[in-house]
């Protein structure tokens, strides 16, 4: 069955400190990928997708993501964080076969000290 | 335009009864998928709804189940509830119903159940 590994679950880093969360899916065919976020007390919302073209995408707040096909991984990446990043970061992996289905990763909840 | 709108926000359930939860999708998504969120599984597909079809169905029971309305609109039923039960329940809705490109898919605010 496909699935999306993250790979830490709780994350503590400092301001400015880089952040990389990491995100493996298992599908061999052809996948949107998506990293979502959410918020203290507020509803997911996307990050950033990748759909096809430059597999290095840019999303909102610094946020980026690289796709490596060869490694089944979109790994997220923000080279400075903020207090304000605190929050769970789930990554996403949908594909089509006659119908549509997203499977997301446990998450990651991010803490960042101030 | 207005997000993906659920209802109700919160609700409080006893055991062995049954629930309903609602659900608008953004105005002009064909599909709706449903997920429970709790914080030991986290995010779990529940299914997903097209054109008034169910095309895909996570691992729950049959006590889950749901529905989808010729203007989109979806609900999703639970039965014979059980403490386990208690989660968050997220619906979300996207514009095409396969999964090419650019299927992206937008949240709502989620129902919180609780299960006494």
């Known amino acids: 069955a496909q699935s999306v590994s993250q790979h830490n679950h709780h994350v503590i880093l400092s301001e400015a400190a880089s952040l990389e969360l990491g995100c493996n899916y298992s599908?061999?065919?052809?996948?949107?990928l998506f990293w979502y976020v959410q918020y203290p007390g507020q509803h997911l919302q996307l990050l950033l997708k990748?759909?096809?073209?430059d597999p290095l995408v840019k999303g909102i707040k610094g946020f980026e993501a690289e796709f490596i096909k060869s490694k089944f991984s979109f790994n997220l990446r923000k080279p400075s964080v903020q207090w304000s990043d605190t929050a769970e970061y789930f990554c996403?992996?949908?594909w089509g076969n006659g119908g549509f289905k997203t499977i997301f990763g446990a998450g990651t909840r991010l803490f960042v000290k101030a | 335009k207005a997000g993906v709108t659920q209802t109700p926000r919160y609700l409080i359930k006893t055991r062995g009864q049954q629930v309903t939860l609602s659900c608008s999708p953004i105005?002009?998504?064909?599909?709706v998928s449903w997920y429970q969120q709790t914080p030991g599984q986290g995010l779990q597909f529940l299914f997903e709804?097209?054109?008034?079809?169910?095309?895909n169905k996570g691992n729950f029971p049959g006590r889950f189940s749901g529905r989808q309305f010729s203007n989109s609109r979806s609900e999703m039923n639970v039965s014979t509830l059980e403490l386990g039960d208690s989660a968050l329940y997220l619906c979300?809705?996207?514009?095409?119903?396969?999964?090419?490109?650019?299927?992206?898919?937008?949240f709502g605010e989620g129902s919180w159940l609780t299960v006494v």
């Open positions: 979300a809705s996207s514009l095409y119903g396969t999964g090419s490109s650019g299927n992206t898919i937008y």
């Open positions: 105005s002009g998504h064909r599909s």
């Open positions: 709804y097209f054109s008034e079809t169910q095309r």
């Open positions: 599908y061999g065919g052809t996948v949107n």
């Open positions: 990748y759909f096809s073209g």
């Open positions: 996403a992996v949908s």
